[in-house]
T-cell receptor, first 116, second 113 residues
């Protein structure tokens, strides 16, 4: 059973460019969350997608946007890249339970983004 | 302002002994608590969780303790093994949803043979 997969593994961009990161959830999962992990920090929540809609959002600017497809996979888009966007971007998938509660989140290996 | 604090950036323990990792939080609304383990070049791996209605949860060598009055969470690993060497993150949220997990900065555990 494949776990959460992410692509690409590494990415180098320059300031002002745009980037798209991809995530395929674990089999049986329908909810995808994205986190940013800066060096020496814990992961920080960006947003969560369920039924192709953004359900929750953390304290990130509108330059960060996402999408979820009918097969539950997801993309994270970042526009107008800044040096400070350099980080490990983690995707986590989970299963929606009753009452808008999700089960345990399982993480992918992440995409390391470097902005020069 | 950090809502979740792991005050020890690193911890070194001898193989076979107990490892105790600590986590403090400020938001009394948190009601679900988790520990994740992270190896280099991998994503965080779920270890164990506890809800606010409990004060202890065990899974094999791993036990999580929750002290709500002190707003303190701890993870005990007994006995510690060299393969346990990794960065450990505590995470938590509230409202019954696992969206928007709030993480600490992590503690790097080194278990020496």
């Amino acid at each position: 059973d494949a776990g959460v997969t992410q692509s690409p593994t590494h990415l180098i961009k320059t300031r002002g460019q745009q980037v798209t990161l991809r995530c395929s959830p674990k089999s049986g999962h329908d909810t995808v969350s994205w986190y940013q992990q800066a060096l020496g920090q814990g992961p920080q929540f960006i947003f969560q997608y369920y039924e192709e809609e953004e359900r929750q959002r953390g304290n990130f600017p509108d330059r960060f946007s996402g999408h979820q497809f009918p097969n539950y996979s997801s993309e994270l888009n970042v526009n107008a890249l800044l040096l400070g966007d350099s980080a490990l971007y983690l995707c986590a998938s989970s299963r929606r339970l009753a009452g808008d509660v999700t089960d345990t989140q399982y993480f992918g290996p992440g995409t390391r983004l470097t902005v020069l | 302002d950090q809502q979740v604090k792991q005050n020890s950036p690193s911890l070194s323990v001898q193989e076979g002994r107990i490892s105790i990792l600590n986590c403090d939080y400020t938001n009394s609304m948190f009601d679900y608590f988790l520990w994740y383990k992270k190896y280099p070049a991998e994503g965080p791996t779920f270890l164990i969780s506890i809800s606010s209605i409990k004060d202890k949860n065990e899974d094999g060598r791993f036990t999580v303790f929750l002290n709500k009055s002190a707003k303190h969470l701890s993870l005990h690993i007994v006995p510690s093994q060299p393969g346990d060497s990794a960065v450990y993150f505590c995470a938590m949220n509230y409202g019954g949803s696992q969206g928007n997990l709030i993480f600490g900065k992590g503690t790097k555990l080194s278990v020496k043979p």
